[in-house]
């Protein structure tokens, strides 16, 4: 629990050093906050910039930054003076998620009330967003701990956010996008937002939802193992 700790205040103190990390966190809540009190068009859906950023939301903050935490450290190697500090790779990948995890909901809050959810429907909402940024985190820190330097994590990462950030937004104009788009689970969590205030998960959300999680955590597990076996 002391290394885990000790981790989230290296964190924290090295995330206000890093504005481009720091950016991560606060465009969508922002913009949430700015497009729902200066748009109001006719017959727009009720809570719709909500609902839409916090999608993208998911699909970007916790995967860029996770990933470019990771990266660097290996690329300083700071890693290797962890792993000789008796940090094990539980301790640090929990206390590097936890920081992250617990900034994006931080967020998530800002956006779903900018967005008018209230009481019920508000936890609703926020255990939808709890469980997307844990996926994305974990997404992240796997980018982060395959790729070799901070420029190669960029590369990966950038494409990928793309894809989960941006296909849910595309699926509502296009029947093929929103057909490949179900296949990931941000669209799975994109429906579930969108119908936040009965929600109802079906049989289909849970099996891509699980397919996506074991994908996404058996190459994470992959990922750990090799990073710290070499250090």
């Known amino acids: 629990m002391r290394h885990i700790v000790a981790i989230l205040w290296k964190q924290m103190k090295d995330t206000f050093k890093n504005k481009a990390i720091l950016i991560q966190f606060l465009m969508f809540p922002v913009m949430t906050i700015i497009m729902e009190n200066?748009?109001?068009?006719?017959?727009?859906?009720?809570?719709f910039f909500a609902n839409l950023f916090a999608v993208m939301y998911i699909g970007m903050a916790p995967l860029t930054s996770?990933?470019?935490?990771?990266?660097?450290?290996?690329?300083?190697?700071?890693?290797?003076?962890?792993?000789?500090?008796?940090v094990k790779a539980t301790e640090y990948f929990a206390g590097n998620a936890l920081y992250i995890w617990?900034?994006?909901?931080l967020g998530s809050v800002v956006i779903g009330l900018?967005?008018?959810?209230?009481?019920?429907?508000?936890?609703?909402?926020m255990l939808v967003m709890a469980v997307g940024h844990l996926i994305?985190?974990?997404?992240?820190?796997?980018?982060?701990?395959?790729?070799?330097?901070?420029?190669?994590?960029?590369?990966?990462?950038v494409p990928v956010m793309m894809v989960f950030s941006f296909l849910p937004m595309l699926s509502m104009f296009n029947e093929t996008i929103k057909s490949v788009a179900k296949v990931f689970y941000s669209q799975q969590l994109n429906l579930l937002i969108g119908s936040v205030q009965d929600l109802k998960i079906g049989t289909e959300c849970i099996v891509v939802m699980g397919i996506n999680v074991?994908?996404?955590?058996?190459?994470?597990?992959?990922?750990?193992?090799?990073?710290?076996?070499?250090?």
């Open 114 to 125: 900018a967005g008018g959810y209230q009481g019920e429907v508000l936890i609703k909402f």
């Open 38 to 47: 200066a748009m109001k068009i006719d017959n727009m859906p009720k809570h």
């Open 66 to 86: 996770m990933s470019a935490i990771i990266s660097e450290e290996k690329e300083k190697n700071t890693l290797r003076v962890l792993h000789m500090s008796n």
């Open 214 to 231: 074991v994908l996404i955590g058996g190459a994470f597990a992959l990922a750990y193992g090799r990073i710290f076996n070499r250090t």
């Open 102 to 105: 617990s900034l994006c909901m």
């Open 136 to 157: 994305s985190t974990m997404l992240g820190a796997t980018i982060g701990a395959f790729s070799k330097n901070q420029m190669m994590a960029t590369g990966i990462s």
